[in-house]
């Protein structure tokens, strides 16, 4: 009997499904998030889900299971003060941005910082040294490390590697399904085009009734494609979290799927290939791609069966989007894909003293045009009137009045059967005169295999301009017209782009300017490490064997000629700045400025990265080499500066106030608000406080410059609080406030 019943158990545990660990919500405060678990953060993947604290501190966190204390720290950045949580079932969770820990912890805390004298503290603790059972206080909710405050709960499996909580342990109430906004076509070769154009198409997604969302436009494309999408789930909440599945399908057929399950920290590096970094500089906006390459294949994300480049097929086909948040509310994008070639015709002029003559061949007629757009506009580039004219096959050309047409500008488009409308092509009529260039701009989008030009104007452009280079060598390269003010080159092959040695635009048609860029570009290899140095020898670059993802990159430096000068500092170089800012970078550049010998104050100077949409200067490190002339750090792409530090620290605001007087039980936290306006206050070594001439632990908040100090022993009477604040050029600044405490 009792063999049969073993034979029995072993059957039913093999039949019946394990049962997931389930864990208590780990704090007090409501099931409600404000960030999900693999969401983007600067630069990496969000290892935890956030709990909504309703930006205030103190709620209470609780062990999830049993386990032991494994670790605490105290920095001013980061996971600002955080809790290890080792469980008995071998997984660990993390307790991040906390305001501070239990009565019995924060006291450890305390005596690790007096003995070291110093408020930064990374301790670690023997298995079973602090045992803690399930339901325990152990901390309290704050906001450490960062700006507002929430928990940041992470767990992380046996291998370290950070798991979804909502998947292992813990759970909400979410009815609400994804939200899908745009989606992005991105051509995954030179020989694949999106809308007739070499780069990534954006278009924008239209709810309908049951989540289920289309566009306005059907996607053309030839060769092989790649999506990208811009969505969101709420999860009972006003923040924007990330979904937890997304599922393509292309003709029925599903050729893609990742789920936010787990990912391992080694793996963080790809996390600018997952989540479209071209697009976030381009657009300000986190796209994630829906497929991956060779490079990205290792993120545990995506299921590597299925890789999303979609060849696109002659004629139309489906493309669906599925997206589905942890608790499986689905919303879905359904989308009309063309294989085909868009419309395009070269609308060429022939002008006479009174007509112009634009003739119409059976090439046009081929692409089954159903009406042609005809726009004028003044020389400043703004419209006089619009006017369609419908296509006669027995039509073979279009006629204007040519007078009718002096000193303005036509531009021409049609719309082909499919309902696509071709670019405009662009006439002047105007004498050809000399004039002041136009306020001109240049971005060079970086693809895998090749580059594009991408030219924004001030006043009209022309389609055809003349590429020159330093070698005198002058070439008509094309240009596709995509407005009256932009346009964009065929691709550019990284080694024909490599020969460039300045890049200068000459208009002639009519209106003639010239635009000249510096530009010496310089072709990195995988494996091979790089060099750049500014024309004036006083900026160097060295690149790693494995800069950038991409296996060959072009990169190239520029010399500004703008010189915005810091507040409270000195400019001290031209701005240079490392290109290409729309790649990700894999592993950091060693950087390196000269300095004139005789340069003063060498303390307080450093470099800086400069923030052209902000106007902002950022530290970025650097000391002076031993025994050369120049300051060397590590960074990436970006511009750089280098500027000393001429304005001391300041505390703008504090409590208690000086003078006053107050009840102890209202003195549980003194804090100042700390400001510097370049170098700051790095890891807050050099900041100190002292109440009563003696020094005390102190926590430094880096992201809101506070400098807060709890748990003070007051006694009635008089007190002396002292503040001495250094930042990192060494300008010192001390304020000392007396106040009152009632017996």
Aim: with cysteine; net charge neutral; glycine share 6%.
């Amino acid at each position: 009997l009792m063999r049969r019943l073993i034979i029995l158990f072993l059957l039913m545990a093999t039949i019946l499904p394990a049962q997931k660990k389930e864990y208590i919500w780990p704090t007090n405060a409501p099931r409600l998030l404000s960030g999900s678990f693999g969401e983007p953060r600067s630069a990496h993947f969000h290892s935890a889900i956030d709990i909504k604290t309703w930006a205030q501190n103190g709620y209470e966190c609780y062990a999830i299971d049993n386990g032991y204390i494994q670790r605490l720290r105290v920095h001013p950045f980061g996971y600002g003060k955080v809790l290890y949580l080792k469980l008995d079932d071998g997984n660990t969770a993390i307790y991040a941005h906390l305001d501070g820990f239990s009565q019995r912890l924060e006291q450890v805390v305390t005596d690790i910082q007096y003995r070291n004298r110093s408020a930064i503290v990374d301790t670690t603790f023997p298995p079973g040294a602090i045992r803690v059972r399930k339901g325990n206080l152990i901390a309290y909710t704050g906001g450490s490390g960062t700006v507002y405050p929430h928990l940041h709960f992470e767990i992380r499996d046996t291998t370290d590697s950070p798991v979804n909580p909502l998947t292992n342990g813990l759970s909400i109430e979410d009815p609400d399904p994804p939200v899908i906004l745009k989606l992005g076509i991105t051509p995954m070769d030179e020989n694949t085009s999106v809308m007739g154009l070499h780069r990534t198409a954006v278009l924008a997604a239209i709810p309908g009734p049951k989540n289920i969302y289309t566009l306005k436009d059907t996607i053309q494309a030839q060769g092989i494609i790649g999506l990208e999408l811009l969505s969101y789930d709420r999860a009972v909440s006003t923040n924007k979290n990330a979904a937890y599945r997304f599922e393509v399908y292309h003709q029925g057929q599903k050729v893609f799927q990742s789920v936010y399950e787990r990912f391992r920290f080694e793996n963080n590096y790809l996390f600018n290939f997952e989540k479209n970094h071209q697009l976030a500089v381009q657009q300000s906006e986190r796209f994630q791609s829906l497929y991956f390459t060779d490079i990205s294949e290792h993120l545990g994300f995506f299921d590597p069966a299925l890789n999303g480049q979609i060849a696109v097929l002659p004629g139309y086909q489906s493309i669906v989007i599925q997206v589905r948040d942890v608790n499986g509310n689905r919303a879905s994008l359904r989308a009309t894909l063309y294989g085909g070639p868009y419309p395009q015709y070269h609308f060429s002029a022939v002008e006479n003293d009174s007509i112009l003559t634009i003739p119409l061949d059976s090439t046009f007629y081929l692409q089954n045009p159903q009406k042609i757009e005809s726009h004028y506009y003044n020389s400043y580039g703004f419209l006089i009137a619009s006017k369609e004219i419908i296509p006669d096959s027995g039509k073979k050309s279009l006629r204007f009045d040519r007078k009718a047409l002096e000193g303005n500008i036509l531009s021409l488009s049609f719309q082909d059967q499919n309902g696509f409308k071709s670019y405009p092509a662009v006439h002047y009529f105007n004498a050809a005169v000399e004039t002041r260039p136009p306020e001109v701009s240049l971005a060079v989008r970086h693809y895998p295999s090749y580059l594009i030009l991408e030219i924004q104007s001030s006043e009209a452009l022309h389609s055809e301009l003349l590429v020159g280079r330093n070698t005198g060598v002058w070439q008509k390269h094309p240009f596709q017209q995509i407005s009256l003010r932009q346009i964009i080159s065929q691709p550019i092959s990284l080694s024909d782009f490599a020969n460039i040695e300045a890049l200068t635009l000459f208009q002639m048609e009519k209106v003639r300017w010239s635009k000249k860029w510096e530009i010496t570009p310089l072709i990195l290899e995988h494996g091979k490490r790089g060099e750049l140095l500014s024309t004036d020898s006083m900026f160097a670059v060295i690149y790693p064997e494995f800069a950038y993802y991409h296996p060959r990159i072009a990169v190239w430096l520029e010399e500004l000629d703008i010189q915005p000068e810091p507040d409270g500092g000195e400019l001290l170089s031209r701005l240079y700045k490392i290109n290409p800012d729309d790649q990700p970078v894999r592993e950091s550049f060693s950087i390196a400025m000269r300095y004139p010998p005789t340069l003063p104050d060498l303390e307080k100077v450093q470099l800086y990265r400069y923030d052209g949409a902000k106007r902002k200067y950022s530290p970025a490190g650097g000391t002076p080499a031993a025994g050369e002339y120049y300051i060397q750090t590590r960074g990436g792409s970006g511009t750089y500066a280098l500027i000393r530090d001429l304005k001391a620290p300041t505390i703008s605001k504090h409590f208690p106030a000086d003078g006053g007087t107050y009840d102890a039980k209202d003195l549980k936290r003194i804090w100042a608000d700390l400001d510097d306006n370049l170098s700051g206050f790095g890891n807050g070594s050099g900041l100190a406080v002292y109440v009563n001439d003696q020094w005390m632990p102190h926590y430094y908040n880096g992201p809101t410059k506070r400098l807060e100090t709890t748990n003070i022993p007051w006694r009635p009477g008089r007190q002396i609080v002292r503040w001495i604040i250094t930042d990192t050029a060494g300008h010192q600044t001390e304020k000392t406030i007396l106040f009152y405490v009632r017996k």
